[in-house]
């Protein structure tokens, strides 16, 4: 308690860099009677200062939404938006859904970026069927969105399986490897052998680290089926470390 009073006393006057370090040592130290001195910061005029509150009343209420995380949902700064997607995704609380949804509409593609990865890891499994159906059409529709919102949509969905994988199979077709090969890793972890067809393609895919990506998971989920295609490829196949990586998957799965 007086370690929280001296630092009180030292946000007067003090230096942004000062307001911060005080601002994250309260995330660290401070308790429940102080949740009014941390909702403060919140009205810092330093956007990092913000961002520290938020995670600090995050920590101080994990059991609910206090209403400053609801006011940080709406801050002028991108970065503590995205730091209310995250204290908001971390909540135990039902309620946040309704902000997450909100912030997965957000005009900065890096806020709805955390917003729909936390709709998913927290509510696509939801045992409720309508908060389900509601997680998984974000993800849906956030898979045509920019690549750093399709590629939270793949993390999600690496981690929680199930019907996520319905909504991330067509980000094969996406222009930017990274998605594809995310996506290609997730189904390689989570889908049946039934959906491992749709991996075939992209043995000749245009880019160099799908191509070795997609064999290399064919190889290590054992699907033989995909020989044929992989023979085809290796007849035409120019890059020495594809070639290598697609030798090694051959005798994996002739073997």
């Known amino acids: ?14 230096s942004n860099a000062a307001r911060l370090s005080i601002a994250r ?32 009343i995050a920590r101080l209420e994990a059991d609910r ?10 801050d002028e700064a991108p970065g503590v938006r995205i730091a209310a997607a995250r204290a908001l995704g971390r909540s135990r609380h039902e309620t946040v859904f309704d ?23 927290r509510f696509a499994s939801d045992a409720d069927p309508r908060v389900r159906a509601a997680a998984l059409a974000e993800l849906n529709r ?24 319905a909504y991330v199979t067509p980000l094969l077709s996406r222009s930017e490897p990274e998605i594809v090969i995310g996506t290609v890793r997730c189904l390689g972890a989570h889908a049946p052998d039934t959906e491992l067809e749709a991996l ?26 995909a020989v044929p295609t992989i023979l085809r490829r290796m007849e035409t196949e120019q890059d020495d470390f594809v070639r290598n990586v697609t030798l090694n998957a051959l005798q994996k799965l002739e073997g």
């Open 99 to 121: 902000d997450l949804q909100r912030l997965a509409d957000d005009e900065d593609s890096r806020v709805r970026a955390e917003a729909v990865g936390a709709i998913g890891r």
């Open 25 to 56: 040592v309260l995330g660290a130290i401070a308790r429940h009677t102080d949740a009014e001195l941390v909702a403060m910061l919140l009205k810092d005029p330093s956007p990092e200062v913000r961002c520290a509150a938020v995670d600090a």
């Open 200 to 225: 075939l393609p992209l043995v000749s895919h245009a880019d160099w680290s799908v191509r070795a990506e997609a064999v290399e998971t064919l190889a290590v989920r054992g699907f033989r089926r």
């Open 142 to 165: 956030a898979c045509e969105d920019e690549a750093p919102v399709a590629l939270a949509v793949v993390e999600a969905a690496y981690e929680i399986g199930g019907d996520s994988l």
């Open 1 to 14: 308690g007086q370690a929280v009073d001296l630092l009180a006393a030292a946000l007067n006057g003090a």
């Open 65 to 74: 939404t206090p209403e400053p995380l609801h006011l940080a949902v709406a």
